[in-house]
């Protein structure tokens, strides 16, 4: 594992095990909701698609993603490409920044 190169003061390292708990947290709900969402999904269509319940209402909804013709993947390569092309040349202007955190494991004795 590589070794800690931060030089962290207590309430900073307080901070990011807080956050990395959470994290794993949202990891294992995660699990544990998708473990549960079919059989969810089978009992709301089965009540008419809405269920009230506990100051709740679960409903349930769909998307579709869908498969174009190869002339339509074709030109939306081709913009792909002429965007990139503004981003490059600075012609393209920021509309929005998001910033968020990367968290991953470090592999063992690397």
Do not use: W
């Amino acid at each position: 594992m590589k070794k800690d190169n931060s030089n962290l003061e207590k309430k900073e390292r307080v901070v990011l095990e807080k956050y990395l708990k959470l994290k794993e947290i949202e990891r294992k709900n995660k699990e544990d909701i998708d473990a549960i969402k079919d059989e969810v999904i089978s009992l709301v269509e089965s009540k008419e698609g809405k269920i009230i319940h506990d100051g709740f209402n679960i409903s349930c909804h769909e998307t579709s993603t869908y498969k174009y013709s190869d002339s339509i993947e074709n030109i939306e390569t081709e913009i792909k490409a002429l965007k990139q092309r503004e981003q490059v040349l600075n012609i393209a202007t920021v509309k929005n920044t998001t910033k968020y955190i990367k968290v991953y494991e470090l592999k063992k004795g690397a």
